[in-house]
């Protein structure tokens, strides 16, 4: 999936199209994460993924594994965001989240769309914003904040065994995972993933919020 002007262009139609689920929430409790579309360049370097050169100039997402030294989730997948602060919208926080962990520097004519909310069992309501990064983006992360950075396939998000769906004890919905190399993420980044792949790549109107997410991640 090259990383071009006319994925560009379909993500942006798919996403006009797409009619968001939003949910009411006080500004405490409200986070946006940001989904950035870039060329995955040297980046993919995760076990079971093939050698770098195979994705040069494909398209890929930009993940972190979040520090361990943080109170909240450490060593957990997740995309750059963070709460809400006073007076900002869901695609300032974004955006200046993206550039606090990761050193990315967008403006919001980058910005292709956003996704549904997505409810987290730690109290938060997370808004999923879509920027469009594309090619020789340079990250430098934050080392306070985030372990490593990595640029994932696109592609990979397409796998005939993606997603991964599991019970829970204690759980009526079935637990959400998305395979990536030989490892795999969890709900809630997963269900963001999952239902960045089906509305953006495939012009699907998947919901996601009622998967469940993995008890490590309730806290």
């Known amino acids: 999936m090259q990383c071009d002007d006319d ?5 942006a139609n798919n996403l006009s199209s797409f009619e968001v689920v939003e949910n009411k929430v006080d500004d405490a409790h409200h986070a946006a994460v940001v989904i950035t579309v870039v060329d995955v360049g040297h980046g993919a370097d995760l ?3 093939p050698r770098h050169a195979v994705w040069q100039h494909q398209a890929g997402l930009l993940l972190t594994r979040r520090s361990q030294h943080l109170k909240n989730h450490p060593g957990q997948w997740a995309f750059p965001g963070g ?7 869901v695609v300032q926080t974004a955006l200046r989240e993206m550039h606090e962990e990761v050193g990315l520097n967008l403006d919001h004519s ?3 769309g956003v996704l549904d909310d997505f409810v987290t069992r730690s109290g938060f309501v997370m808004t999923p914003v879509v920027v469009w990064g594309g090619p020789s983006m340079n990250t430098e992360h934050n080392p306070d904040e985030v372990a490593s950075v990595h640029r994932i396939p696109c592609e990979e998000f397409l796998r005939e065994d993606a997603p991964w769906l599991d019970e829970q004890e204690g ?4 637990v959400l995972r998305m395979p990536v190399g030989n490892d795999f993420i969890a709900a809630p980044t997963a ?3 999952y239902q960045f792949r089906e509305v953006c790549l495939l012009g699907v109107h998947t919901r996601v919020a009622h998967f469940e997410q993995p008890h490590f991640a309730w806290k």
């Open 191 to 193: 269900a963001l993933l």
């Open 171 to 174: 759980s009526e919905e079935l």
């Open 47 to 49: 076990p079971g993924l």
């Open 110 to 112: 980058s910005v292709l």
């Open 83 to 89: 709460r809400l602060d006073p007076g900002e919208s």
């Open 7 to 11: 994925l560009k262009q379909r993500i």
